[in-house]
T-cell receptor, first 111, second 114 residues
Framework: RKEVEQDPGPFNVPEGATVAFNCTYS??????FFWYRQDCRKEPKLLMS???SGNEDGRFTAQLNRASQYISLLIRDSKLSDSATYLC????????????FGAGTRLFVKA | DADVTQTPRNRITKTGKRIMLECSQT?????MYWYRQDPGLGLRLIYY???????NKGEISDGYSVSRQAQAKFSLSLESAIPNQTALYFC?????????????FGPGTRLTVL
């Protein structure tokens, strides 16, 4: 079983749609969580951190469920520019925080 | 100017050749990382360094070596390249602190081994 698992997609949605991604992690001791965005052939960039209380940044909402060991990302009112791969990232408290990247979920937003 | 730079950006080489990928950063971060990315597998850690005197193997270090020449520079070497090392390679940096410090990535090096 992979330490961090994501649905690879692709998710094909029209502009304006709401789309949700889920991610599960296997290490119950994991301490910090993130969503990164990666455009085609580009480097990953931090989209948002995910806190236990849940957090929102504009059209993006991230939630963490420690009991079930999953993280979610909700994108409302999708834009064409949201088309990218979304990486779920987990830090485990070993060796100075070991960072585990999910393989990513691809999103295509179409006009 | 970019905070994390990588050279070269693209490289095609032959099996058995020695290759060096270089990474420089201006963010002043102590922690630096080398990852490779393959389709469907996500980013996998090759080596990481917490400071100039601290080098650690990641999950896939076989066939690779690194050198931390200075706080700002971290190089990855393939001593004898093989075709399954064809991948997209990223360098990243991170500040010391809480687990919520983000990683900053370079633009990547696309390596093809024929």
């Amino acid at each position: 079983r992979k330490e961090v698992e994501q649905d690879p997609g692709p998710f094909n949605v029209p502009e304006g749609a709401t789309v949700a991604f889920n991610c599960t992690y296997s290490n119950s001791a994991s301490q910090s969580f993130f969503w990164y965005r990666q455009d085609c052939r580009k480097e990953p960039k931090l989209l948002m951190s995910v806190y236990s209380s849940g957090n929102e940044d504009g059209r993006f909402t991230a939630q963490l469920n420690r009991a079930s060991q999953y993280i979610s990302l909700l994108i409302r009112d999708s834009k064409l520019s949201d088309s990218a791969t979304y990486l779920c990232v987990v830090n485990n408290p070993t060796g100075g925080f070991k960072t585990i990247f999910g393989a990513g979920t691809r999103l295509f937003v179409k006009a | 100017d970019a905070d994390v730079t990588q050279t070269p950006r693209n490289r095609i080489t032959k099996t058995g050749k020695r290759i060096m990928l270089e990474c420089s950063q201006t963010k002043g971060h102590d922690r630096m990382y080398w990852y490779r990315q393959d389709p469907g597998l996500g980013l996998r850690l090759i080596y990481y360094s917490f400071d100039v005197k601290d080098i650690n193997k990641g999950e896939i270090s076989d066939g690779y070596s690194v050198s931390r020449q200075a706080q700002a520079k971290f190089s990855l070497s393939l001593e004898s390249a093989i075709p399954n090392q064809t991948a997209l390679y990223f360098c990243a940096t991170r500040a010391v602190g809480t687990g919520y410090n983000e990683q900053f990535f370079g633009p990547g090096t696309r390596l093809t081994v024929l």
